[in-house]
């Protein structure tokens, strides 16, 4: 069993920034494709970006593309999401995610569907 630990959430202004943070147990981070999702009051859990296992390939949204972020850590087991220049349109929960062992195509590395492993989430409360 992955057991998934996100950390850095908080209260932040509008235009600031926040760092997020996503740690693993066990010894299959190197073999997961990880991913940040994010569900806003009364919405669904929508992607916001991804990471190969490398850390080679990324995703992004278009709503968070130039603005936000991921990048991996193998050696720490320890994913991350950059957030910059934040609205209070996007106040969120944001989960870590993972799957092991998967290669996954364009559209199914956008799909909650396609992760097996999730974190309890940490609140992104942006103030106007």
């Known amino acids: 069993q992955v057991q998934l630990v996100e950390s850095g959430g908080g209260l932040v202004q509008a235009g600031g920034s926040l760092r997020l943070s996503c740690t693993t147990s066990?010894?299959?981070?190197?073999?997961?494709?990880m991913a940040w999702f994010r569900q806003g009051p009364g919405k669904d859990r929508d992607i916001v970006a991804a990471i190969s296992r490398s850390g080679v390939y990324t995703y992004y949204d278009d709503s968070v593309k130039g603005r936000f972020t991921i990048s991996r850590e193998n050696a720490k087991n320890t994913v991350y999401l950059q957030m910059n220049s934040l609205n209070p349109a996007v106040t969120s929960v944001y989960y870590c995610?993972?799957?092991?062992?998967?290669?996954?195509?364009?559209?199914?590395?956008?799909?909650?569907?396609?992760?097996?492993?999730w974190g309890h989430g940490t609140q992104v409360p942006v103030s106007s």
């Open positions: 995610a993972a799957v092991v062992n998967a290669i996954l195509s364009s559209a199914a590395r956008a799909r909650d569907s396609a992760y097996d492993y």
């Open positions: 066990g010894r299959t981070f190197s073999r997961s494709h």
